[in-house]
């Protein structure tokens, strides 16, 4: 495969779990919530996903079983958020921390000290007639696992939610002005619920596709900030699905810079090249978080 090709391919394959749960995190926020937990959620969705596709041979029950891992630990949060009134960051962070230990003590449950291996049933990339087989394009960005082509669709899918329906107005006047869209007749309580469970299902599948579609595998901690990193990205795509998914294919165009490196063989530790993708991610929210303008609402607790 010509090295530009495979590059390209390796940075979509890359960005697909970021913008899963980037475009997940970006449905909460415009509620007006704040999901530190989609690092947890990410992280269940992983175990969860390998633990389903390994039991059962199907990565399918695996891609099942990661959703609801992520709306569980969606679900917590937004009982205690939400419901329960509780600071979100805090909430979100001590979940981040729960899910880091179950999923640890889960995993040596399941699979012993050998581990899952790469035994698990995963996505192979798959090339879409007629646009598959444009030259250098198709290869490299229509020859992907079922999950990336998913995530594509699902940019379009959440722009014309957002911004064509009336669900979507009620989201976002939540987000922008709570106690007028309750006047309004908005049970706000009710959208934020509805929109953090559906951030943590597609964080969960985020995990799900980091694992059936990327690694292969499963090992404690492998979502590696990736929770984070969503979160920045809906920072950076200014709380809107198609600049997300750019910010998304950026992270991953960083993170497949710094395989290419270590692959060259650089005299450089290879630990500096590993922090390339968080170093031009943070260089990125300098330049942008200050101009980009969030919602209203965010992060606020409602009376």
């Known amino acids: 495969m010509d090295p530009i090709i495979g590059f390209v391919a390796a940075a979509i394959r890359i960005a697909t779990p970021l913008l899963w ?3 997940g995190e970006m449905i909460a926020e415009r509620a007006g919530v704040i999901n530190l937990s989609v690092e947890g959620a990410m992280l269940a969705g992983c175990l969860a996903a390998a633990v389903g596709a390994a039991s059962t041979g199907d990565p399918w029950f695996g891609v099942l079983a990661g959703l609801a891992a992520g709306g569980v630990v969606a679900s917590v949060f937004a009982g205690v958020a939400v419901w329960g009134r509780a600071n979100q960051i805090i909430t979100g962070t001590a979940l981040t921390l729960a899910s880091i230990g179950v999923t640890g003590v889960w995993y040596r449950q399941a699979f012993g000290p050998a581990g899952a291996g790469l035994s698990l049933p995963t996505f192979a990339a798959v090339k879409l007639p007629g646009v598959g087989a444009i030259p250098v394009l198709g290869p490299a960005v229509f020859e992907q696992p079922v999950l990336t082509f998913l995530a594509m669709a699902a940019v379009p899918m959440a722009w014309w939610f957002l911004f064509r329906t009336t669900a979507g107005l009620r989201l ?3 987000g922008e002005a709570a106690g007028a869209a309750e006047a ?5 309580r009710k959208v934020q619920t509805v929109a953090v469970v559906v951030g943590g299902l597609l964080a969960g599948l985020g995990g799900a596709t980091l694992v059936l579609a990327q690694v292969g595998t499963f090992t404690e901690r492998m979502t590696a900030g990736r929770g984070f990193i969503a979160i920045a990205i809906v ?18 165009l960083a ?3 710094q395989f290419a490196f270590q692959a060259m063989g650089l005299a450089v530790p290879y630990q500096f090249l590993l922090m390339l993708p968080y170093v031009v991610a943070l260089v990125a929210l ?5 101009r980009a303008r969030a919602p209203a609402q965010l992060g606020q607790t409602i009376a």
């Open 235 to 252: 920072v950076l795509g200014r709380w809107h699905p198609a600049g997300v998914m750019v910010a998304a294919l950026g992270f991953g």
């Open 255 to 257: 993170n497949a810079l």
């Open 286 to 290: 300098t330049g942008v978080a200050g």
């Open 184 to 188: 309004g007749g908005v049970r706000v």
């Open 172 to 174: 976002r006047a939540t």
């Open 21 to 23: 749960a980037g475009l």
